[in-house]
């Protein structure tokens, strides 16, 4: 059975999702999800049907957009990696994530919550900026908040930037 993302999130989210199109400028890939966004963007972005089509891309961007994709991706430091590779150098990854809460609270609240309502293949047990930290990116904008119409485990989400980390060798 495929992953499946709340219907709930896609009313909730929109404003946001439109806030990052508009935002956007120079070449942008959006990793797809949703398409209610798209005529926000000036120019049309270049759009993954599959995030398992970013490795078959060509070339870099100047923004990437990344829209409740994380939670698809099995392992995060390919995805990264994959992100990284096609940003221009002076690029920014625009991300509207779910994230487990930071700290050892947060990993015990999303495990007692995962016990009772589990989430199947999607993966939510990831603090995101702290996953593009680790791997390449520089967080230069994020702000969190919570979906409190959806389960306790998908409710903390952030919305941020992030690019190039200067002082990390390649």
């Known amino acids: 059975m495929a992953p499946c ?6 009313v909730v989210l ?6 990052i199109a508009g935002a956007a400028t120079g070449r942008v890939l959006d990793l797809g999800g949703w398409s209610d966004h798209l005529r926000e963007y000036a120019e049309e972005p270049t759009m993954l049907g599959d995030l398992h089509e970013l490795g078959e891309l060509d070339g870099v961007f100047d923004m ?5 994709r ?5 392992d995060m430091g390919v995805f990264i990696e994959g992100l990284v590779g096609h940003l221009a150098p002076d690029g920014i990854v625009a991300f509207l ?3 487990r809460r930071p700290g050892r609270a947060g990993g015990r609240r999303w495990f007692g919550a995962r016990a009772q309502r589990p989430f199947g293949e999607l ?5 995101i ?16 908040f919570e979906v409190a119409s959806v389960a306790v485990p998908l409710r903390p989400f952030v919305d941020g930037r992030a690019r190039r980390n200067r002082h990390m060798p390649n």
């Open 5 to 10: 993302l709340p219907s709930e999130l896609t």
């Open 14 to 19: 929109a404003e946001r999702r439109r806030a």
């Open 64 to 68: 990437i957009v990344s829209l409740v």
């Open 70 to 74: 994380t939670p698809l991706v099995q």
């Open 97 to 99: 994530e779910p994230t």
């Open 123 to 127: 993966h939510l047990d990831r603090d």
């Open 129 to 144: 900026p702290n996953e593009f930290r680790e791997r390449q990116l520089f967080v230069t904008d994020l702000h969190r």
